[in-house]
């Protein structure tokens, strides 16, 4: 009942600095699986909380996701995501996949709908399809599966513009870690909320790999 009423009583200005929440996330695909990245700066108000702040995080082996919006509710979630799939593993003698991930990332945002601040990126390497996989998960359980790329909080608008232009489709994994760190930099040039340092990994066949 309290996640109803306040679902109800939250209004446009509310929800609209929640999904433009001061950070700046990214994701994108490339030929070898995918390479993520954000920055370490997290903001309460208009004062820098912290300038190490830990935004990226590895699930398993195959998987890794970025968090923004309340640091409290995302760090909540990778516990829940990492518990979850290494229980799935145990289970079905197999790590799983980005996509189930996912999908239980939607069912705890979408059944918390409003009481979790957070959006998040998901993305992997999908052993079953051989391919990169990202997915983006918003705080009322909306489901995002992109094709290309994917950027989410305050920055995103910079990293956005960045991607549409030198984002292409036969990108090697070396190409892609430099167009994060481009875009992740320009977020943080033009985005008060964005700074300091860059986290990126990549993910392909091999596993979960901190490039950064």
Same mark, same amino acid.
Request: net charge neutral; proline share 1%.
């Given at each position: ?131 990169? @996989?990202?997915? !983006?998960?918003? =705080?009322?359980? *909306? ?10 909080? /305050? $920055? ?16 090697? @994994?070396?190409? !892609?870690?430099? =167009?994060?760190? *481009? ?10 909320? /964005? $700074? ?17």
């Amino acid at each position: 009942m309290e996640n109803i009423e306040r679902m109800l009583n939250m209004d446009k200005d509310s929800l609209k600095h929640i999904i433009q929440s001061s950070t700046t996330t990214v994701g994108i695909k490339v030929k070898e699986g995918v390479v993520m990245g954000t920055e370490s700066q997290a903001t309460a108000g208009y004062t820098v909380a912290t300038k190490t702040a830990q935004k990226l995080f590895e699930i398993n082996k195959y998987t890794a996701a970025t968090i923004s919006g309340g640091v409290a509710d995302c760090q909540y979630i990778i516990n829940q995501l990492r518990a979850i799939s290494k229980l799935r593993e145990v289970e079905k003698e197999k790590i799983p996949e980005p996509k189930y991930i996912a999908t239980i990332l939607r069912n705890i945002l979408f059944s918390g709908r409003s009481y979790y601040l957070a959006m998040m990126i998901v993305g992997g390497y999908s052993l079953s399809e051989n391919q990169g @996989k990202l997915y !983006g998960v918003d =705080l009322l359980g *909306t489901f995002y599966e992109e094709d290309k790329f994917i950027s989410f909080g /305050s $920055g995103s608008p910079f990293v956005l513009g960045v991607l549409e232009a030198d984002w292409h489709s036969d990108m090697s @994994k070396e190409e !892609g870690i430099e =167009l994060v760190k *481009t875009a992740i930099t320009a977020a943080r040039e033009r985005d008060a909320a /964005s $700074g300091f340092k860059i986290q990126a990994c990549s993910v392909d066949k091999e596993g979960y790999k901190k490039v950064l």
